[in-house]
């Protein structure tokens, strides 16, 4: 009773000891280093937007093939064909003299055009205006608008990048509110459909420059500092986002935890910019003057900053896949619960195999060896499948992790301990041995 009440005893002020360390005050040293990691958490959090639009500022600018990949799609939207026709209409008639149209056609040439101009209507103004305008609606949902679309585009690329960072004057310029494209070679294409069709004056309009708005804001000038930084941050950015917050989980002190708040930390601050995207398209929309088409305006948008939320959606599920995979690591019940049906599956699996004959040989006992060293490797290959990857989405980070998960499976199941021998336990006798039983007796 003695020795049993000593034994007691001690557990008793074992048990006080550990109550006393958990309610003691941490030191100091212990706080600062979890204020340290908490802080580099937060600053990766908050930088990983400006990382986002930093890559996003980089392709668009930085890139030619990936800024005409981005642009190509307009030259077939309708709302944008539509604008473009309107504006060039406009232009177009800007410098036709309605007085003297009829008296400047050849003789030879003038019932060609009274009949098409005859069936747009009495009125010669607004006739000649519905005429240029369905000329310039063919230009620009011909086959050759795109052509003529990526053409320009890809030209004028380099104009486009003097203009974002404030230097010289090009195709596309930038004012103190608008980024536009010069539209002067649809112009010479529709002057072209308009002679073949008959108005030989329009033959007569001098080289028309006129512009396209693709991008119109309040003091946009007054920003170019701040996107010629961007520019220039380029991929490091998104780095740097990515290696503070991987920074903060080391120096803390219960790191799971920490990895989970940094990861989804990122994931809704990414969520943050995608919704800030949204918001600030219906606001740009409407602050856009009555000239102005919302759907081509729309469009543009939209097409601009394609990529930019597929990126948004990439950071989003990568965060929260890690996440989830930091979460199901840890000593929770639930998961704790997940780990032990995946281990049930796996050695259900493989015991079935085992009964089917199927033998790993000397496969088994080498991945059981090295298994850590295995999964380190294929956790290692997945994460620069994701940092490698030309421009993914998040569906790619899905097939990823889903690759990696099968990968992982084989592994357990080739790790999985059998009772595999060369002969089974209960061989029956061979033939010979029978016989020779029999011939002994």
């Known amino acids: 009773m003695d020795a049993g009440g000593d034994d007691l005893a001690v557990l008793r002020a074992r048990i006080a000891a550990l109550e006393a360390s958990a309610e003691a005050p941490r030191p100091p040293r212990h706080r600062l280093r979890s204020f340290c990691a908490a802080l580099l958490i937060v600053i990766g959090c908050i930088l990983t937007p400006l990382g986002i639009i930093a890559s996003w500022t980089s392709d668009i600018v930085g890139d030619t093939d990936r800024y005409v990949q981005t642009v190509t799609p307009l030259a077939a939207d309708p709302a944008v064909q539509d604008a473009v026709a309107t504006r060039v209409t406009g232009a177009v008639m800007e410098h036709i003299d309605l007085n003297s149209l009829l008296e400047g056609v050849a003789p030879e040439q003038r019932p060609l055009l009274e009949k098409a101009l005859g069936k747009l209507g009495n009125s010669l103004e607004g006739a000649v205006s519905s005429f240029v305008h369905d000329r310039a609606q063919d230009v620009v949902a011909s086959p050759a608008f795109q052509t003529i679309w990526t053409d320009a585009n890809r030209a004028i690329h380099t104009s486009l990048d003097r203009a ?33 069709a008959g108005l030989t004056v329009a033959g007569n309009i001098p080289e028309v420059h006129t512009d396209f708005t693709v991008l119109r804001a309040d003091d946009i000038g007054k920003v170019k500092t701040g996107f010629s930084l961007l520019q220039v941050m380029g991929v490091w950015l998104p780095v740097i986002s990515v290696l503070l917050v991987a920074g903060g989980v080391l120096l803390a002190a219960h790191r799971r935890r920490s990895l989970i708040a940094g990861t989804l930390g990122i994931a809704v601050a990414a969520l943050f910019l995608g919704v800030a995207l949204t918001v600030f398209r219906t606001v740009y929309l409407n602050a856009l003057p009555s000239g102005v088409s919302p759907a081509a305006a729309g469009a543009v948008y939209d097409t601009l900053v394609r990529y930019l939320r597929t990126s948004v959606r990439v950071f989003v599920t ?67 499948a994701c940092v490698f990857w030309p421009h993914p989405t998040g569906w790619v980070i899905v097939g990823i992790a889903l690759g990696l998960l099968f990968a992982l499976a084989v592994l357990a199941f080739l790790a999985e301990e059998t009772g595999e021998t060369h002969e089974p336990p209960n061989k029956p006798p061979e033939p010979h041995e029978i016989d020779e039983g029999h011939t002994a007796h």
């Open 318 to 384: 990568l965060g929260v896949l890690i996440a989830l995979a930091a979460w199901l690591s840890g000593p929770s019940r639930p998961a704790t619960l997940v780990r032990g049906l995946w281990d049930s599956g796996i050695s259900a699996t493989r015991a079935t195999a085992d009964r089917a004959g199927m033998r790993t040989g000397p496969v088994g006992p080498f991945v059981r060896r090295y298994r850590t060293w295995i999964t380190w490797i294929l956790v290692a290959a997945a994460a620069l």
């Open 164 to 196: 974002l960072t404030g230097s010289d004057d090009g195709a596309v310029q930038i004012n103190t509110d608008t980024v536009t494209i010069d539209l002067a070679p649809v112009i010479d294409r529709v002057k072209e459909r308009l002679v073949d």
